[in-house]
């Protein structure tokens, strides 16, 4: 088990689009088990290779059914399907985090519907139909295997407010980090 330092809004893996997995192989499976290590210890519903420094597009979820049964996997090399969005206000349902810029949420209106086509950490294609908050899951790591976070979709009064709390809490530069487990930057 290695939980690894997840990376801040500043870092530039966090901003440029991540690069197709070609070897699904030990290493493959390696970064995968620590990304569930470091998602669960966040602990977060997602998390993306480039949080933890790597530009790779894999991301990891864990988002249970309605029912409470286990919805949890790795996800390499997406393609993503969206239903469009609903043109309207965001409210606090739609309120969003990210590990990346931890502690802070703001509300982001997405996709009511997706559908996801990848490989699973052993190179086998599946697809997914997602819908509300676990649609939004996917629609927010999706972005991030293409260099866009949250904060950068968000309304012109959220944008200043984001802006303002990454000034003061000197993000926004490469090179901070926190560590699930030790920090506990997400409470
Ligand atoms: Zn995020």
């Keep these: 088990m290695a939980i690894r330092p997840i990376v801040i809004r500043g870092e530039a893996v966090l901003h440029e689009p991540a690069v197709p997995v070609t070897a699904f192989d030990a290493d493959l499976r390696d970064l995968i088990r620590d990304m569930f290590d470091t998602m669960d210890a966040a602990p977060g519903v997602g998390l993306a290779a480039p949080q933890i420094g790597v530009g790779l597009r894999v991301f990891v979820y864990d988002y249970p059914h309605d029912d409470g049964t286990e919805r949890r996997g790795a996800v390499v090399n997406p393609e993503l399907f969206v239903s469009p ?38 190179g086998a294609a599946f697809s997914l139909e997602c819908d509300g908050w676990f649609a939004r899951i996917m629609q927010h790591e999706f972005d991030h295997l293409n260099g866009v976070m949250f904060v950068d979709r968000l309304d012109a009064i959220q944008a200043y407010d984001a802006a303002k709390v990454e000034k003061k809490r000197g993000w926004g530069v490469p090179g901070k980090t926190w560590l699930p487990g030790v920090d506990h930057l997400e409470d």
């Design 85 to 122: 969005v609903d043109v309207r206000e965001p409210t606090e349902a739609d309120d969003e985090g990210c590990l990346s810029f931890p502690g802070e949420r703001y509300a982001l209106v997405r996709s009511e519907e997706t559908i996801l086509r990848a490989c699973d950490e052993t």
